[in-house]
């Protein structure tokens, strides 16, 4: 069984930067969707970014837009979200998922396409 594992959270000021990345073991990220979505205290979480299998079909959250980006090596088998102009709404339990094989098809509903998960990198950012 796959098991996907988040890291590169932590604690940044506001405009500040951060790089997420994401590794499976078990199994491989490669071939399959891969996201990302997250959840603050409170909220339900919410998709940010996901990724097609070839590297197309890329799709970000208006939240995030102009702001975040997803990207994917095959060489490492990773997934990476670099996060930039950072504010205290983007604090939250980020999770990395793996969706559907050879599709580029990108759904942002957390309850549909999504099998695996990580257990997330918390992202914490001070005002």
């Known amino acids: 069984q796959v098991h996907l594992v988040e890291s590169g959270g932590g604690l940044v000021q506001v405009g500040g930067s951060l790089k997420l990345s994401c590794k499976a073991s078990?199994?491989?990220?490669?071939?399959?969707?891969a996201a990302w979505f997250r959840q603050a205290p409170g909220k339900e979480r919410e998709f940010v970014a996901g990724?097609?299998?070839?590297?197309?079909?890329?799709r970000y959250a208006d939240s995030v837009k102009g702001r975040f980006t997803i990207f994917r090596n095959k060489a490492e088998d990773a997934v990476y979200l670099r996060m930039s102009s950072l504010t205290p709404e983007d604090t939250a339990v980020y999770s990395c998922a793996r969706g559907g094989s050879y599709t580029d098809y990108v759904s942002l509903n957390s309850n549909a396409g999504y099998a695996d998960w990580g257990r997330g990198t918390q992202v914490t950012v001070s005002s």
């Open positions: 078990g199994g491989s990220l490669n071939n399959y969707v």
């Open positions: 990724i097609g299998w070839s590297g197309q079909g890329i």
